[in-house]
């Protein structure tokens, strides 16, 4: 019997996500971003095709480490224009039933209190359909915009999240009581005073008093996502999270990181299966081969190689336009994405050269996995991959909108479906539930999160 996978939409409020120069397509309707109905139509076509969810991505900086600047990024439309993800998700909430929603907020720049009620809000509008991706941000012009001379250390930061985590967890878990909310008419009493409690936390980084401010959402605490393969990475997952969004972009890396992974989590104390592994698939589907690779070609002729490297400067802190194109690519330490660093020096089979790593930038799929066919030949590679790997599941990208996912939605879910693969129907009604199983609302007792759970009276 094959593994039932996991499907999320990986998409982001902008205009060019991952797949760079594709806005300029006839039919991508990417400038749309900024209208609400692009996002509930979005979200109908995911549940049709019985999605887990949504993954939303972010940035809070622009990328401007290629050519030293931010010219081509603004030119090419590189995550700029870009628009809150978590202001997308009531609407399409509203019109949705089962779909979920992962947002990306960042842990470096904000403080953990307000993030903190903005999730519990969302939790309580989607009914429990409301994940974070926890992040740490590695743009040198984010940590500008909050004030900084220059980036907080990689390690550091996950530090910081660390905390982070501890504090949102304190606020979710142990602020308030399961039964603090009475709504007692006769006596007057809304909240019973002494079933809220404060945190009291004093740290390194952050200092919050509290009660928290919401009282109790369906899930407490959101599923959390994580999307980080360097080492400090890795560790900070295996504690923490419930679901992993994998770098590596190839069979080998993704098989070691997830093996990794859930060693870790065992080492934490941990039950490794409550943890989802899932990474990013580009998938491009036609009835027939021929219609597959027409797609294929109308679709390279447009990928910008100057917006990629501009996305990949951002994410390794390799400025490729800084190297000879016959110096060997090495791997350097950067304080951005140490996944990203890897993947054409350490994590590469052989040395490549600055040319080759452009020439596979450059390239349609050059950066993680990617299929071109038929539904059945894009459900075998599927196949594949999970059973090479061990992972859980993909996070789908767009490369015309919403044209990929329609096509993967009316060609590939009902050939997984067949296999047994993939869900039918709906099974639960949390995010949580539908990751774990029924009754599994809340955090398992083996999470860091569950200790706060209680917490000494409010004095």
Partial sequence: MPKKIHLNAFEMNCVGHIVHGLWRHPDNNRHRYTDIRYWTELAQLLERGKFD???????????????????????????????????????MALVTKHLAFAVTFSTTYEQPFGHARRM???????????????????????????GLDQMVRHDERYEIAEEYLDVTYKLWEGSWEDDAVVRDVANGIYTHPDKVHLISHKGRYFNVLGPHLSEPSVQRTPVIYQAGSSARGRAFAAKHAEAVFLGGGNVKALKRYADDIRAQ????????????????????????????????????????????????????????????????????????????????????????????????????????????????????????????????????IQIVSPDTLRD???????????????????????????????????LPADHPGAVYRKQPTLT
Wanted: hydrophobic share 35%.
């Fill in 53 to 91: 969810a949504l993954f939303l991505a972010d940035v809070v900086g622009v990328y401007d480490v290629y050519k030293q600047g931010a010219e081509t990024a603004i030119r090419e439309a590189v995550q700029i224009p870009c628009n809150d993800p978590l202001l997308v998700v009531p609407p």
């Fill in 120 to 146: 519990s809000t969302l939790d309580h509008l989607t009914k429990g359909r409301i994940a974070w991706n926890v992040v740490t941000s590695y743009l040198p012009s984010a940590a500008r915009n909050f």
């Fill in 265 to 396: 989590a065992v080492s934490f104390g941990r039950d490794p299966d409550h943890i989802k592994l899932l990474t990013g698939l580009l998938a491009i589907v036609g009835r027939t081969q021929e219609e597959a690779r027409a797609k294929l070609e109308s679709y390279q002729k447009l990928y910008s190689v100057e917006g990629v490297l501009a996305h990949y400067g951002g994410g390794s802190g390799y400025d490729l336009s800084a190297y000879d194109p016959e110096d060997v690519l090495t791997y350097r330490e950067t304080d951005h994405g140490q996944t990203a660093a890897a993947q054409f020096t350490k994590d590469s089979s052989q040395p490549k050269k600055v040319r080759e790593v452009k020439e596979t930038l450059g390239t349609l799929g050059g950066r993680g996995l990617f299929v071109v066919g038929t539904p059945e030949e894009v459900a075998d590679r599927i196949q594949y991959w999970v059973e090479e790997t061990g992972i859980d599941g993909f996070n789908v």
């Fill in 408 to 442: 993967f939605v009316e060609l590939v879910v009902p050939e997984l479906q067949r296999r047994g693969m993939f869900r039918k129907e709906y099974e639960e009604t949390t995010l949580r539930e539908r990751l774990f199983g029924s009754g599994v609302k809340r």
